[in-house]
């Protein structure tokens, strides 16, 4: 174990319910208008990231990596709240986003394709 960058809280990591490639999802909400943003994956390494510097870090799984949103592209999400929901399978990440939070550019990975109701 690293002494710099200890495991996730076991006590935390007890309360995640991962899927079967042993991650969670983690909606990315703009903590001061309740937009939804994105939502992308956590392991626990990815969690313990985000809850110690600050950043958002997923688990990409087409690029088999960690990536920290922003890193590439400056738009950053700086972490505000973190909470697991009552069946620890989901996790909702308030963040204050700088920039698109999609990769097409726009404000939200959900403002290009709404579907029709009725």
């Known amino acids: 174990m690293?002494?710099?960058?200890?495991?996730?809280?076991?006590?935390?990591?007890?309360?995640?319910?991962?899927?079967?490639?042993?991650?969670v999802p983690a909606i990315a909400q703009q903590y001061d208008t309740g937009e939804v943003l994105m939502l992308g994956w956590m392991d626990d390494e990815?969690?313990?990231?985000?809850?110690?510097t600050g950043r958002c870090t997923y688990w990409s799984r087409s690029?088999?990596?960690?990536?920290v949103k922003g890193d590439t592209s400056g738009h950053v999400q700086h972490v505000?709240?973190?909470?697991?929901?009552?069946?620890g399978d989901t996790l909702l990440v308030k963040v204050d986003q700088t920039g698109a939070a999609c990769h097409t550019g726009d404000r939200t990975c959900f403002d290009a394709d709404p579907l029709p109701l009725g």
């Open 2 to 23: 690293d002494p710099m960058n200890p495991p996730l809280d076991p006590a935390v990591a007890a309360r995640l319910k991962r899927n079967p490639d042993g991650l």
């Open 46 to 52: 990815a969690l313990r990231r985000t809850l110690t």
């Open 63 to 67: 690029r088999q990596e960690y990536w």
């Open 80 to 87: 505000k709240a973190v909470a697991l929901d009552c069946d």
